[in-house]
T-cell receptor, first 113, second 114 residues
C-alpha cells in the first residue's frame, strides 16, 4: 500500500536557523505530494504542493521538491521564525483515486528566540 | 469565501452513546472527506463522499458511518462509542471530483469519550 515516512520530532531550532524536515514515500505510481501545517488547536492548512516529478512547491519561504528517483519531498526553509512553530505533515494523494490523503506521522517544530 | 465549517467544535460523550458530527464544505466543493487524528495513530482516513455517494472508505469498523446531502454538507456518525474513539475529527472539502488534488480542512471537532 501507499505510505509516507517523516523524520521523528520534535525538532527544536533557534530563530533564523535552517530547517529541513525529511519526507519519503512509498507508492505504486506517481502521486501528488503535499505539506500541511497544523497550529495548536487548529485544523490542517495546506502549505505547499507538487503534482509531478521535479516540481518545486513553495510558500511563505518554505520549499519542497518532488524527487521521483529518491521518492522524497523534503521540506526546507532558509530562516525559521518563532511563528513557524507547529506540526508539519507530509502527505500524498493519487489523482483519479478520489480525495484520499495518506499522511505521515507529523513532525513537531519548535522555534526558540 | 467561507472555509470549511465543522460543528460542534468540542463534544463530550459517554461510552456506549452515539454521536453525529457535521461538516459544511466550501461553497461549490462537492467532495467531503473525514479523518481521525489521535496521538497514537496520527491522521487516518475515514471515508470520502462525492455527490452524495461514498467513494472511498478507510479501515474503520462499521460503527463509523457517514452521509452527504444534496447541498454537499456531510455528517459522520459514530455509534456505541468507545474510549478509543476520543480524537480530533477533521473534515476536508475539495473542489472537483476525479481531477482534484487539493483538500481544505476545517478546524475539527474534538470528541472526548468518558
Amino acid at each position: 500500500g501507499n505510505s509516507v515516512t517523516q523524520m521523528e520530532g520534535p525538532v527544536t531550532l533557534s530563530e533564523e536557523a535552517f530547517l529541513t524536515i525529511n519526507c519519503t514515500y512509498t507508492a505504486t505510481g506517481y502521486p501528488s505530494l503535499f505539506w500541511y501545517v497544523q497550529y495548536p488547536g487548529e485544523g490542517l492548512q495546506l502549505l505547499l504542493k507538487a503534482t509531478k516529478a521535479d516540481d518545486k512547491g513553495s510558500n511563505k519561504g518554505f520549499e519542497a521538491t518532488y524527487r521521483k528517483e529518491t521518492t522524497s519531498f523534503h521540506l526546507e526553509k532558509g530562516s525559521v521564525q518563532v511563528s513557524d512553530s507547529a506540526v508539519y505533515f507530509c502527505a500524498l494523494i493519487f489523482t483519479g483515486g478520489g480525495n484520499k490523503l495518506t499522511f505521515g506521522t507529523g513532525t513537531q517544530l519548535k522555534v526558540e528566540l | 469565501k467561507a472555509g470549511v465549517t465543522q460543528t460542534p467544535r468540542y463534544l463530550i460523550k459517554t461510552r456506549g452513546q452515539q454521536v453525529t458530527l457535521s461538516c459544511s464544505p466550501i461553497s461549490g466543493h462537492r467532495s467531503v472527506s473525514w479523518y481521525q487524528q489521535t496521538p497514537g495513530q496520527g491522521l487516518q482516513f475515514l471515508f470520502e463522499y462525492f455527490s452524495e455517494t461514498q467513494r472511498n472508505k478507510g479501515n474503520f469498523p462499521g460503527r463509523f458511518s457517514g452521509r452527504q446531502f444534496s447541498n454537499s454538507r456531510s455528517e459522520m456518525n459514530v455509534s456505541t462509542l468507545e474510549l478509543g474513539d476520543s480524537a480530533l475529527y477533521l473534515c476536508a472539502s475539495s473542489p472537483e471530483g476525479q481531477l482534484t488534488t487539493e483538500a481544505f480542512f476545517g478546524q475539527g471537532t474534538r470528541l472526548t469519550v468518558v
